[in-house]
């Protein structure tokens, strides 16, 4: 499986961004399919994750503000992010996890799209 992210840029505090990740040689075949982001410095943290069946998880600092959706007949995996934050500053990946809720090693990376916050 291949993941191509797009829709990373510059925003103002309080704008919305929305990103996409385009599933390719698989059909959202694994278990679940999230976004991590890393900001310069810190670890890679998850963000949000969609797993088969339907449930998801968001990291405590975007819940309410980040709306993870899949749109199977596009093969494509979005991020909705709204009232964006400055510390909401990072790269943002996609990723393909076997394990439910992304909770063990990521199969698959994309290559990232970038996040920017103004203040």
């Known amino acids: 499986v291949q993941l191509v992210e797009s829709g990373g840029g510059l925003v103002q505090a309080g704008g919305s961004l929305r990103l996409s990740c385009a599933v390719s040689g698989s059909s959202f075949s694994h278990n679940a399919m999230g976004w991590y982001r890393q900001a310069p410095g810190k670890e890679r943290e998850l963000v949000a994750v969609?797993?088969?069946?339907?449930?998801?998880y968001y990291s405590d600092s975007v819940k309410g503000r980040f709306t993870i959706s899949r749109d199977d007949a596009k093969n494509t995996l979005y991020l909705q992010m709204n009232s964006l934050k400055p510390e909401d500053t990072a790269m943002y990946y996609c990723a393909a996890c076997w394990y439910l809720g992304c909770s063990g090693p990521v199969d698959t990376w994309g290559q990232g799209t970038q996040v920017t916050v103004s203040s």
């Open positions: 969609k797993s088969n069946g339907g449930s998801t």
